[in-house]
């Protein structure tokens, strides 16, 4: 299924719950959100209904998000019965680590393909300064059993004026002596986001290369391999591992951007910045046709945006990143 400028959509990220378990200060309130009951939140029959259909339109990869997807009871479950729909060829998640240790034996069983796990510093005390959570320990715990299980592991770290910013050298250093890719993704103004600076991916390339000269960009091919993603990965000759780039500010990759987003409560929205979409739960639980639901999810396809515009202010503040899958 191609939008109206031709991208392919082949990626759509499935947010399973708005809950988290953090508090990081650019994503969650303070004070958390109010649990969604049953009837609000999506439930996983009909997120593998919302999924068959956008596999038939050609949707081959899944991205599971939240919130947090681990304080969803049962994801495991759903994970298997995503990897049984046809046209599904990976199932992956994108977690905060704190259940991972415990909750991973069972998703590896259910068929999760790789992990994605936050990590934006190194140091308990700033961990619990960003997250107001005592938790690093239980995410390093987490951390370890995904590399010794075999699963491919990335690391996610949103790099933040004055608070991690003199570490990131030292984080990027965990891809040389483990076959991860850490990843430093650019701040987005959006929701808490949008009142913290950001630090560009190319100020962070420059900086990593005055710490290690023969800092290099992988060839396209082998950073295919790693995903379908926007991030741009560079290595060290001898590391086991490698550095990626995710700079939707200052890189902007809209013109080969191949998502879309599902929320927990069944929206489809065809732009993380974007304020149309289709309720597609309310489709189904109204009875709609399959056809009627398939031309929905086309329709929104079709309308997706030439580009964000993280610049002009268009989003409302109140839009917190736990709300669109992250």
């Not at 969803?72 to 199932?91: C, E, F, N, S, T």
């Not at 290369?209 to 060290?236: I, M």
């Not at 902007?252 to 974007?274: D, E, I, W």
């Amino acid at each position: 299924m191609n939008d109206a400028l031709g991208r392919s959509i082949t990626y759509l990220r499935l947010s399973v719950t708005e809950l988290c378990n953090l508090r990081c200060g650019y994503c969650m309130p303070p004070e958390g959100v109010c649990k969604r009951t049953h009837g609000e939140m999506c439930s996983f029959e009909e997120l593998c209904e919302f999924v068959r259909a956008t596999a038939a339109l050609g949707v081959t990869k899944l991205r599971l998000t939240g919130g947090e997807p681990l304080v969803r009871k049962g994801v495991d479950q759903l994970v298997a019965g995503l990897k049984a729909i046809p046209g599904i060829r990976k199932v992956t998640m994108t977690t905060n680590g704190i259940l991972l240790a415990q909750q991973l034996p069972a998703l590896l069983a259910a068929g999760l393909d790789s992990v994605n796990i936050s990590l934006d510093t190194l140091r308990p005390e700033v961990f619990q300064s960003i997250t107001a959570r005592d938790e690093f320990g239980h995410v390093m715990e987490g951390i370890h059993a995904a590399l010794d299980s075999g699963i491919p592991v990335k690391l996610n770290c949103v790099p933040q004026v004055g608070v991690n910013e003199g570490e990131l050298e030292d984080l990027a250093a965990l891809a040389e002596s483990r076959p991860l890719q850490v990843r430093f993704i650019e701040m987005m103004p959006i929701g808490y986001g949008a009142a913290m600076p950001c630090i560009s991916g190319p100020e962070l390339r420059e900086r990593f290369a005055r710490r290690w000269p023969e800092f290099s960009p992988l060839p396209a091919a082998q950073s295919a391999g790693f995903g379908d993603g926007p991030a741009v990965y560079y290595t060290v000759p001898g590391w086991k591992g490698d550095v990626g780039f995710i700079a939707a500010v200052h890189g902007k990759f809209c013109t080969s951007c191949n998502r879309v987003r599902l929320t927990s409560q069944g929206f489809l929205r065809p732009c993380l910045a974007s304020e149309t979409g289709c309720d597609l739960r309310t489709l189904l639980r109204g009875g709609a046709a399959d056809e009627e639901l398939l031309q929905a999810i086309r329709e929104t396809i079709w309308s997706k945006p030439r580009e964000h515009h993280f610049g002009d202010n268009s989003m409302p503040a109140t839009r917190g990143m736990y709300r669109i899958g992250g």
